[in-house]
Structure formats: C-alpha cells, structure tokens
C-alpha cells in the first residue's frame, strides 16, 4: 500500500508477448525496496509502478530492463504527455451512477492519472497519457468508453468523446523547457570559464584541433538549446519573407559561431589581436535569453491561466446533455409524462420548441419558459446577478447554467442549443482574451519594422568601426554588430501589452464585468462623458395601479393583465418585466405574431389583438383613445409615474401607472461619476416630468427626455463631434442605436440580457471599478512602452560604439544579451505588478484602504516593494498549472445520493429527490451575498489583501 511519500511512475514496456511476461516482470520487482506496488497491462504494454520519493524514473526502467536485457525495455512517461480527454455521458440517472463510473475509471489505473465525472453537467474529463500513436489512442479512447459502458449495470449508459469548450494546449513556451535549456548553457559556460586559461590560439595544429573540439562541442549545444530560434527565424523568411525576434538571435549566435570557426580553420587570414574565440559568448547568449524566455513565459502561462479559469466558471455550469421529450409524445397532457417518454440528447442539438425535462440539482441547458405547473427554486447567480435563491413557476423564463435546486420542471425551448446566453457568454470572454488595444496594434505595426531596422543599424555599425575603428578593424566590426543584435528586444516591445490586458480581464471578472473587446480598456481609460438610459438602468420600474376606463365593457383587472402578460412574456424590457410581475392569472395565454416597435410592442392572445405602449404607439395603430385615459396620463405624469396604455380588440381598455424605483447604487455611482469631473447626462424615451422627477433624485443636472432611438445616436454623435469621449450605459436591449454610436457601450443588467452589441457587460451599475481598473491598466502599459523605448535606444546607443570616442567604451555581446534579458524580465515584472496597483485603487476607491495623506508617505508608497515582491513570487512560481490542478480536485461532487422514485402511476414524482447533494460544487454559490463568478475567482487567484 503506498502512502504521501511515494510517488507513481508510468512507463511503456516493450517486449512482452504473452501472460508470463508481465508476470516475470511482477515477480522480479516486487523483491526491490524502492518498488511499493506495480501493475501491468500486457494488451495496452502500460504498467503504473509506485515507488518511493527517492528512486527516479531511470533506476526503475533500468531494472525493468535487467529481467531480461535482451527483450524487455521500458520508456518512462513523463507528466508532459498527460492530457484531458473529455465525455459526454448520456444515461445517468442519479448521482450513484457518477460514483460507479467513477470507479470503474479509476481503475484502470495503468491509463488513468485522475478523472472527475459531473453529473450536473453529464461529462467525464479523464486525465491520462495518449500516446502519439493515432492507433494507439483510439484503442484508448475506446477503452475508457467500454468501462463507462460497463460501469452501470441496471441501465444504459453511452459515452461519447466531445472537444472541450476551451481547448488547453501547452505552447512551446513551457517555462520548465526553457529552465533546462538555460542551465545546458550554464554549465557548458562555467567549464569554458573554468579552462579558459588552457585553450590555446589557433597558431598550432593542436591549437585548431582543440578549437575545433570547442566548437563542436558549442555547435551541439546551440542545436540543443537554439534549434528553435534558428528554424524559427528560416521559417519566417522563407514563408513569409519576413523577420522577428528569433532572426536577431540566429544571427547574432550564428554569426559568432562562423566567425569563432573561421578563426579555427584560416588563422592566417587575421592579424594576431583578432584571434578571440565567441564560444563562450554564444553559450552566454544563449543561457541568458532561455532563462529570460522561461520567466517570461511562466508568466504569461499564469496570466492565460487566469482567463481560462474565468471561462471555465462558465462551461462547468453548462450540461452537455438535455431531456427532451418524444415528439411522438408532444400533445399529450403534461401532467401524465412519464420518465421514459424523454430522450437524453446532446445540448447543441436541441431546437427551439422542444420539451425539455430538468430535474432537481441539474442545471437547465438552454433558455426556456416553464411550461408544466410545478413551481421550484432557481439559482441563477452567475448569469444575472440574483444572489439568492428565486422562485420559478409556470411563464416564468429559466437560464442556461442556472441550478434547479428544489422540484423537476418541464419548460419549452426558446433558442436552439448553440445560441444559448451561457454559450454567448463562453464565446465572449474567449473574444475577449484574443482581442488588443488599439495601442497593442500600433506595437505590432512597430515590430514590423524593428528587426529589419536593427539589422541595418547593426550592419552601419560594422562599417562605421571598418571605415573609423582601431586597427584591426574586424573583432571591432564582430563585437559591435553582434552586440546591436543583441541588445535589441522587440520581445520586450511585444510583451508591452498582452500580460497587462490578460491580468486585467482577470480582474475585471472580479468585479462583475465582462470586458467583450480589449479595446474597451483603452477608451474607458480616457472617458470624460457618461449618457445613462434612464428605465431598466437607473430605475427599475413597477406597476403602482391600473386604471380601467368606463369603456371597458367586461373586462378586469386580472383579465387584462394575464393578455399583457402573455404578450410581454417575450420580451426582455424592464417595463415587460414589471407588466409581467402584475400579471395575476391562472395561466399564460399562447401568444403570436408578437412585435416590437419604437414605442411599445403588439401581438395576438386568444386571437384578440393586443397592444402595449404609451400614447403614440397606440394612436399610430388607429386606436381611439377616450379623453378619460389622458387625463389620467396628466395626473400620472404630475406625480412623476409613466403611463402605459393597453388596447385589446382594437379598443383601449386600461392604463397602467409605473413608479419607478432607484436601483441601490445609481445614486453613488452618478455622484462619483462627478467626483472624477465626468459629466452625467440623462438620455431617455420617457416623458420630461417623470424623467426629471428621477433626475432631481439623483443630481442630475442635463436631461433629455422624449428621445427615440434614433435621436438617441444622433445625440451622441453630436457630443462626439464636440471632441467628448463618450460612454453609453443602458439596459442593453433598447438602446442599440445609441450604444453602437457611443465610444464605449456599457450593458447594465444581468448577462442573459447584455446587448450583443455593447463592449461591456456589467451586473451592477456601479462601474467605477472598473474605470479605474482600465486607468492603471493603460498606465502600467505606458509605462512599459516607455521603458522599452527608452532601453532600447540606451543600449543600441552603447552597442554601435557611439559612446566609444567619449568614455572608450563598447558594449560586449555578452553584456548586450543580458541587456536584452532584463528588458523583457522588466516588462514582465511590471506587468505582474498590475494585479497589486489595481487592488490598492480599487481599496481607495471603496475606502477599505487608507490613501498616504502626505507628500512623504505617497512618496514612500510609490517606492514600494510590496508590488514588486508580489511579482517576483508569481513570477518565479514555476508551476503554471496548479490553478487548474485546484479547480480539478474541486470538481468532483459529493456522492450522497438517493434513488430516483416514481409514483404508483408511473409518472414524475412532484419532488424527485435524485441527490442531496449539489452539483460541480454549487454550494460555494449558496448562503453568500457575493456573486459566484468572485468566489471561483478567488478560489483560482485570491485578490492581494494590502495592509498599510
């Protein structure tokens, strides 16, 4: 049995032919002290030995080897061939099935590293070794679907292989790669320091023979350690007749390595003081920019690592699989479905129209409205920002991702699997973590040109020191034009924005916001005006009474708010909302033909005509409207409600009188939006009285009331044309228009009803963190630019020799690559500072941190190394994949579970209890104020608590 200070090994064991080769193998290592267990699976030729911390991977192939030298060997499987392999498991009837599938999987432990099976989501991930083989994996796969077939006894279970929603690929820029190339280099460079003082000139044959030992030796290296830079730098040239960092670097090693040769083979050819071998500069060279790499890309593995588990909060909400029920069964009455009347299907393949069962603790697959009576509770925190739980009955609209926590409902698609809001959100967060600034673009366009600008720079330099240098001219013609290539770093240039703008959609998600395009960053970093919509985002608006005129005939109250809520149950304002609240009815009416316009919207209930709207949308449509419903609107519009008329059958029937509500924080934000000199402009379609009333509240001074949308984008434009940078906030439906023409659009509102349009989505409407989230992100990506900028030039100025007639003094091509080392290690560190800088803002702003009141501690503040010593330790964390390893032993759920029951009749049980348990580890999301998005966030990368 092993126990924590073992560790598993895996190998591939050739050689074997039958039943007693294993065998053989088992009896010969048991008798070995360091082996603690051993497995063998001749078909797969896998075994998965534990052994004790102190025996490496090569001592135990060696005695795998030693049973019979002259058939068996062994290759170790090292952790970077594991891989994820992802399932879509149909068939699971309760959370039991998730442990014998479980175990059934981790048994076969000869393949099997780990795996995690969710039942909320009806997936499998299994992290194993596939080897490179095609064959070899497919045998795998299949495999691991026949023990998931096998693993439930009483039902069927299928797998199925699915690509997952992210796809987590490890890049050549592993930082451990790099970290062992750097210390070849080092001690290939320690021995040539070391012997320096023996290695004599190339004057004698035994002078050139040990020279061309030295460069041999050096030439193995560079193709261990710079294979990569060399055929990375031809490739660009010959694909693309173009050039990048890695072309400086070949040339810079390449050329010093010819020239170190030439010396060895035609000494003749140079004077005497020209006789000085590069070899130990190459592998100097070479060592420096591996190690810089490595840090670098450690780096900007953590900073991937945090928009990949921002994404991944999401595609652990969405099922792969849904209930949908038989068309054959379709018309039937609902209340007499039965379990087997549904079929298991995967989500991307359900229509709009569908029947879809959920039952309770699963997660609804794709947008609907409840169709059976069965009224349940609902979490769905992380896509509209309830923190509680919220009652959901028959009309009531239901969430991809949300968590069906109490009783199984039925409810009719209303989108097809793909088009879902948790798929839209999915895509724009990976849109979002591939988008640039504007300012990012300009870099690119710079490092276009950079590297053909350094290699002419270079090439003038070698002539400069050939037409004006010491005689001889050429080590000084060497020195310099590698030293120029050298020095140069356009992968500082290119680091400038990229790990600043990942950090910050990181810390953006923190907040609430989700940033859609990079870009967005920029602009709200220079933002000087804010237009707010006023109904749905400054106000949530609520039915205070329903006026039903004398005309009305037979019509209730009740009556004619069940048509208006069947009519709005389609639409996503705020006000459809609040009509749909005082709906008091039995049940939804089937509504058609329903339609949006600029002032209200109309459809067919119970095939009457319907409209909603204000006055004009009802005129407009032909209808009458008896002096007594105006005189209301007057007297609703001095108490500042709004007026919204309901026709039915071509006859106006009731006004109904919204009130509208501040929402919580409109007030601070409007207030603080002021306190940092941006002026507030109130843009709405409501009328002047109830739209001053609110504005008066607030503080607003400039109000526009009576605009339409097109008004609206022409309002903006016109501030634009004044030279305003202008950012649009509205509740993301019906303010398209003016978001599309505003140079920032902010959709405030749950992220189900984000507009598709707008570059920010935010669940609150308190945004100022992330003003000042986008201000130290840009600030900290100037000042990498700038440094960049100022190095380069510094060290190009010290490289070509141009301080040599002042100071004597030329920049050694060793000198040069450490130079270009710390310009990159620099940007990086920086950049990683970003995290600490927004912290520290943000906590100002909220006032959980004291700002330094005086000159002396704002000073001390600035030359702080509190930033400094943060970064350092993430960046010098070489272990980029432990968030997701964490994430990973999150997942697995609690296997309490309970059979499913049926009723006597065979039909759903009213309150099927299928677990007690929550799924994918929903219970962080429960009891918390905080959104569930800010919690997985803190579980990934918990925010720097900064005490002062």
């Given amino acids: ?54 025996t490496d991977a090569y001592t135990v192939a060696q005695l795998i080897k030693d049973v019979n030298p002259d058939k068996f060997s062994a290759s170790w499987i090292s952790p970077d061939n594991e891989k994820r392999l992802v399932f879509s498991i149909s068939g699971m009837s309760s959370i039991h099935d998730v442990k014998l599938i479980t175990e059934a999987l981790n048994a076969n432990k000869e393949d099997v590293k780990s795996c995690t099976v969710n039942y909320s989501t009806h997936t499998a991930i299994v992290t194993t070794f596939c080897p490179d083989d095609k064959n070899a994996t497919r045998a795998l796969v299949l495999r691991l679907k026949r023990d998931i077939h096998a693993a ?43 012997f320096s003082g023996f290695i004599p000139l190339p ?10 030992f030295i460069g041999g030796v050096t ?7 710079g294979k990569e830079f060399f055929t990375d730098a031809w490739r660009e040239f010959r694909q693309n007749r173009s050039s990048n960092m890695n072309t400086l670097i070949a040339l810079g090693t390449g050329s010093a390595w010819l020239y170190s040769m030439l010396l060895v083979i035609a000494p003749m050819l140079f004077p005497v003081a020209a006789l000085s071998y590069h070899f130990l500069a190459i592998n100097m060279i070479l060592g420096i920019i591996n190690l810089g790499k490595g840090i670098r890309a450690n780096a900007q593995e953590q900073s991937k690592s ?25 018309k039937r009455d609902l209340n007499t479905l039965r379990n087997e009347d549904f079929v298991e299907i995967p989500y991307l393949k359900i229509k709009e129209g569908d029947i879809i069962q959920v039952r309770r603790d699963e997660r609804v697959p794709v947008e609907g409205i409840i169709v059976s009576d069965t009224k349940t509770m609902m979490d769905q925190a992380t896509l509209t920002g309830e923190s509680g739980d919220c009652e959901k009955r028959k009309g009531d609209e239901v969430f991809s991702g949300s968590w069906n926590k109490k009783h199984t409902i039925l409810f009719r698609a209303t989108k097809n699997g793909p088009e879902g809001y948790l798929t839209r959100v999915i895509a724009d967060v990976d849109k979002s973590s591939a988008s640039k600034p504007s300012i990012s673009k300009l870099v690119d366009r710079l490092a276009v040109v950079f590297v053909p600008s350094i290699v002419a720079v270079s090439v003038l330099s070698a002539a400069g020191w050939f037409v004006f240098g010491p005689v001889p001219a050429l080590p000084w013609m060497i020195k310099s034009a590698m030293s120029v290539l050298l020095c140069a770093c356009p992968c500082a240039l290119g680091l400038a924005t990229p790990i600043s703008t990942a950090i910050s959609t990181f810390m953006f998600s923190i907040e609430k916001i989700l940033v859609k395009d990079a870009s967005a960053i920029e602009v709200a970093s220079t933002i000087d005006t804010v237009v707010f919509d006023k109904t749905g985002t400054l106000t949530k608006p609520e039915v205070r009474d329903v006026y039903i005129g004398e005309n009305a005939g037979d019509w209730d109250k009740a009556t004619i708010m069940q048509y208006v809520a069947s009519l709005e149950k389609g639409f996503d304002h705020p006000i459809a909302k609040s009509l749909m609240k005082e709906g008091v009815y039995k049940e939804l009416i089937p509504c058609v033909d329903a339609m949006k316009a600029e002032q209200g919207v109309s459809g067919k209930v119970n095939n009457l005509e319907v409209l909603v709207g204000n006055l004009s949308h009802l005129e407009s449509n032909g209808i009458d409207i008896p002096e007594h419903y105006k005189v209301k609107e007057n007297q609703n519009s001095e108490k500042g ?27 601070k934000t409007v207030q603080d939006l002021q306190a940092r ?15 001053n009333a609110v504005a008066k509240l607030l503080g607003i001074k400039k109000v526009n009331a009576e605009f339409n949308s097109q008004q609206k984008k022409q309002f903006i434009e016109n501030l634009k044309k004044k030279n305003r940078i202008v950012a649009m906030v509205g509740d993301g439906i019906n303010d398209l228009e003016a978001m599309k023409a505003a140079d920032l659009s902010i959709a405030v509102g749950s992220w189900t009803h984000a507009s598709s349009a707008a570059h920010v989505a935010t669940q609150k409407l308190n945004f100022i963190p992330g003003l000042i989230i986008a201000e130290e992100t840009m600030k900290n990506i100037h000042q990498n630019l700038y440094w960049t900028g100022f190095y380069n030039l510094l060290s190009l100025t010290a490289a070509t020799g141009l301080l040599y007639p002042l100071f004597g003094f030329v920049l050694n091509p060793v000198i040069a690559s450490i130079s270009m080392g710390l310009s990159s290690i620099f940007v990086v560190l920086n950049s990683m500072r970003l995290t600490y800088n927004i912290d520290y803002a943000v906590g100002v702003y909220e006032k959980s941190i004291t700002e330094p009141a005086t000159f002396f501690a704002k000073l001390l503040h600035m030359f702080s190394f509190r930033g400094l010593f943060q970064a350092l330790e993430m960046v010098f964390t070489f272990s ?35 677990r007690k348990s929550p799924p994918s580890s929903p219970s962080k999301f429960n009891h918390s104020s905080r959104n569930p998005i800010q919690i997985k966030m803190e579980d990934a990368g918990k925010r720097n608590t900064i005490v002062h």
């Fill in 880 to 914: 980029p994949q432990h968030l997701d390893k964490k994430s990973a032993d999150k997942e697995m759920p609690s296997l309490t579970s309970q059979s499913p029951k049926k009723s006597s009749n065979g039909s759903l049980p009213a309150q099927p209890n299928y």
């Fill in 152 to 194: 439930v006894k009483d039902h069927k279970v299928t797998a199925k292989q699915i690509q997952p929603l992210i796809k987590e690929e490890r890049t050549k820029d592993e930082p451990a790669q790099y970290l062992r190339r750097s210390l070849i280099n080092a001690l290939v460079g320690v021995a040539l320091i070391l």
């Fill in 203 to 212: 004057l004698t044959l035994s002078g050139q023979l040990i020279g061309l």
């Fill in 306 to 330: 945090k928009v990949q588990n921002l994404a991944q909060v999401y595609i652990d909400l969405q099922p792969q699989t849904a209930l949908v029920l038989k068309n054959e069964h379709k």
């Fill in 1 to 54: 049995m092993s126990n924590n200070k073992d560790k598993v090994l895996y190998f591939d064991i050739h050689g074997m032919h039958c039943q007693s080769c294993p065998l053989l193998i088992e009896t010969n290592l048991q008798y070995e002290k360091c082996i603690k267990e051993i497995t063998i699976n001749l078909v797969t030729g896998r075994a998965r030995i534990v052994v004790d911390q102190s």
């Fill in 219 to 225: 030439f193995g290296v560079m193709w261990q350690t």
């Fill in 677 to 691: 000199n941006i002026e507030v402009i109130m843009l709405t379609g409501d009328k002047k009285e109830p739209a």
């Fill in 641 to 667: 409600l709004t007026s919204i008329y309901v026709a039915i059958d071509g006859e106006c029937v009731a006004v109904a009188s919204l009130k509208h509500n501040l929402c919580p924080d409109a007030k």
